[in-house]
Every structure is written in C-alpha cells, then in structure tokens.
C-alpha cells in the first residue's frame, strides 16, 4: 500500500498526522499543494476543503 499525505505548510493538522505515520513506522509521501498546482485541483475535485487529506493506493500481486 502507498500512503500520500497532500499538505501545506505549518499545518498543525498535518504535522500530527506525519508523527502519527512516524511513531508507526509507516512510509508516506507528501505533496505540499502550495507548491503543486496540479495535485491542488485534484484534491479541489474530490471536494477536500481542508488539509491534511490522506491518500491510500493499494497495491496487489498475483
């Protein structure tokens, strides 16, 4: 499983949740949506207002 973690800067919601991962040992990517316009309007799309939102993309072998 793949863990994305789309954020902004000096969000206290954000940093909660990256320690939370962290302290579980749990990878993760960030996206910082000031600095990616794209990811934005994805994340604007599906109707997320707030930060942090957290992605999971699974990943399945035969």
């Known amino acids: 499983m793949r863990i994305t973690i789309f954020t902004k800067p000096h969000c206290v919601q954000c940093n909660a949740t990256c320690r939370a991962l962290d302290?579980?040992?749990i990878?993760?990517?960030?996206?910082d949506l000031t600095e990616d316009e794209q990811a934005?309007?994805?994340v604007r799309a599906l109707g997320y207002q707030?930060?942090?939102v957290v992605m999971t993309i699974?990943?399945?072998t035969s």
């Open 50 to 52: 707030q930060v942090p």
């Open 27 to 31: 990878a993760y990517q960030l996206i």
């Open 58 to 60: 699974g990943i399945y």
């Open 40 to 42: 934005l309007q994805r």
């Open 23 to 25: 302290k579980q040992g």
